[in-house]
């Protein structure tokens, strides 16, 4: 049985519609991550997780139960969900006191609260920190206050609202790695709104995608990066090249679609006639100065129209009818002389081509 | 302009004398008002979490009336409670009237909306995040409520230091309900009516200054605790 | 755990307010609801009240009988109306027409008096209406018929302020609010709605004419830019009675009250009260005379 089980969610907040027929579920120990642009609902559907809002119409189930509507209940699955909120705020009282409130509205004892509070503040290193007036941090450190907060009680579920937007590459490293070792080690289920894709990436075991209040795909992390099933997901993703075109065959799944007057080879369910997009990961072309002699089916010769460097990485845009980006290692690009003007061919699999309906 | 300065003088010497009838009235009077503060305060600040944190049909309207009452004539505060507490009335079998206590519950009542009123716009200045992150924290409404009133706790400390001064400069209630008896019901302000009607102003100003001094003493005293916090 | 401060701050409160709330019952004079004594409640006129006379009484009856007595001090028609309410056990007034309908209103079952004075009309020295030496009732008309000086009313439905009807409608204006709302409109009537002690300290800064009791005049003499105008007369006769509220809760010590006032010790007490501060007695004792006419 799922954890939580969310069916049919829609929400608006006056005239506008937040949530539309939202429906997921999360197991046990799971990190789930929620990947969208700012404005897709994502803080929305954690708030209802949390029984902070109710929903205009569906239901949310906890632990088999149905929790919408009880007020009772929705304490209850309070006490066993943690949020920290995306701008989380901290009480004006010592650091301490912030991470102690959980435990005393809990009714622990004064023992165990002190115990519990110090171990907590040394796991996240705020321990110099605990008679500090909550208030006067900066903003990593407000954001670890609000993270140890939200762990110190061991939240059957964490939810997690863009926690390290406008942090510093160390604190969010850090923060990070907590989440991971909390749900590894008590395995506590996190949900993660983001809106970087990298960082679902990074920790999802699941990632759904938002848009306009939907969800519009659930899966793992490779299937929603290679095999988007919605265009705006792929944009959303991070798939650079997006090629319009229209299905001229199919045998067998094997299929030719005009692109621009080129003929490109993928595998699909579409049939002659339909309009299709077609999403090519940069890293997945291949870049040759002669005519290919691999096994790729689709293979072109262009212009370099574009080089840029990043990192151990060049980007190479080439204009082969059509644009395309790769992907290349910069030592491959050095080996191949590759400069602006330069002809070059490129080839990619079949396999590699991911085709969206219109 | 004189008159004036004489009942600074005649202030500075009751008080360091420590004029036997002058120290009781003040005595009496800072106990009576600072009970009021407290039954009030006890009752209008969960009231007040309460409303702030709920949200109902009519909640602006009712607002809006309880700052009305904001202004309400201590007179006619004081001559409800009478008509409440005299034996004729529904309350005359506690025979409370022209005791102290009726003196207590008129004043609480007097400042019952300012401090509820001033108590419920404190809360709606707290960060509604706070609600949030408490009801997210596990805290249930009562707890959520005590935790956004404890961070408001600077606007409503300055709530009941207010509605205290209003309940010791007020002089309508105790009148009508303490009835000025000497020794038992005098405050400084009825204190300070009598005298004035009996042509002491000298005396009946030096009373005000040391009720000026006691209000001061007591808005200081709630200032240095808060911000030792 | 957080109950815990919540819980212990409401119970320090109301412990608090609890403890000061009787504390402040019991005062300075002990009992209370601690320690409950009997109390006896009177319900004065403020001119018995203002020249002191009652505060000079009060230790010694309280010490007789071993009672807190509680004076409340209010115009007449205040006192009258905590009379028939059942708030105070006990009313010394001075307004004969109130005292007669409180009696036959069943308030009380008798009035007994025990100190009379008279009541004076008092203005500036140059006197600019020329009443002096007249009597009450033609100094009334005079003053309503010349435009020669103002006058200020209590117009608070005291015992002087009935007095002051009683002298109008024996002076032949039997409408008294036509009269006070033609000499408003005139400017020469003038209501202050306050105690004797304002209203005498208003006439003195107005320049004006007022009635007044002997006993609040004299203590505010000094003062004051005033001087009798108008003392001889029988309607100025002000008679102090005491009447036991027959609603009251504490009838036993209410008799003593009266045993109190009307024993020849107390008597003399009043008789010789104002000696000592205006060299002459505020009150003359009445008490078991017949009521005095003139």
Known sequence: MSLIQVVDLNQRHGSKTTLKWVSFSLEKGEVFGLIGPTGAGKTTLLRLLDQLENPTSGKIFFDGRVVTGSPRLQTQVRRKVSMVLQKPVVFNTSVIDNVAYPLKVRGHDRKTVAET?????????LEEYAKRNARTLSGGETQKVALARALVTRPQVLLLDEPTANLDPLSLDMIEKLVVQFNREYGMAVVIATHEMAQGQRLADRIGVMMDGELVQTGKPSEIFSTPTDLRVARFVGVENILQGKVNSNRESLVHIDVQGRDVEAIANRF?????????RPEDITLSLRGASTSARNSFSGQVTGLAL????????????????????????EELGLQIGKQAHVSFKATAVHVIGQ | MTELWDAFVEALRLIVSLDDEVVSIAWRSLRVSAASTALAALFCIPLGGLISFRSFHGKRLLINIIQTFYSVPTVCVGLFVFLMLSRAGPLGGLGLLFTPTAMVLGQALLITPIMLGLTISALSGVDKTIRDTTLSLGASERQAIWAI???????????IVLGFGRAISEVGVAWMVGGNIKGFTRLLTTAIALDAQKGELVLALALGVILIAIALIVSLGVNLVQQRH | MIRKPLYCLLAVLVLVALLIGTAGCSGETAGGMLNPVDRLRVATTTSLYDTGLWGYLEPKFEKQYDVELDILSGGSGLALEWGRRGDVDVLTVHSKTDELKF????????????????FLIVGPEDDPAGIKGMTPEDAFKTLYESSGGKFVSR?????????????????????????????????????????????LVMASEMGAYTLTDIGTFLAYQSDLQLVPIVDSGSILLNIYTVLICTKGKNQEMANNLVTFLTSAETQELIGDYGMKDYGQSLFTPCAGQPEPTS
């Open chain 3, 155 to 199: 117009g608070d439905n005291s015992g002087t302020h009935s007095k002051e009807k009683a002298i109008w409608k024996a002076a032949g204006y039997a409408d008294y609010n036509a009269l006070t709302d033609a000499g408003a409109a005139a400017g020469w009537y003038l209501e202050a709605g306050k105690g004797m002690g304002d209203t």
């Open chain 2, 149 to 159: 009133i404890k961070e408001a706790r600077f606007a409503v400390g300055a709530a």
């Open chain 3, 103 to 118: 009696i036959s209103d069943n308030y009380s079952s008798e009035r007994v008096w025990f100190a009379y004075n008279y």
């Open chain 1, 117 to 125: 509070v110090n171990e907590i503040l040394k796991t996240v290193g």
């Open chain 1, 272 to 280: 002659p006639g339909d309009e299709v997009h077609l999403c090519i």
């Open chain 1, 310 to 333: 990043s990192g151990a990485l060049a980007r190479v845009q080439l204009d082969c009818g059509f644009t395309l980006v790769a992907l290349i290692t910069k030592q491959s690009a």
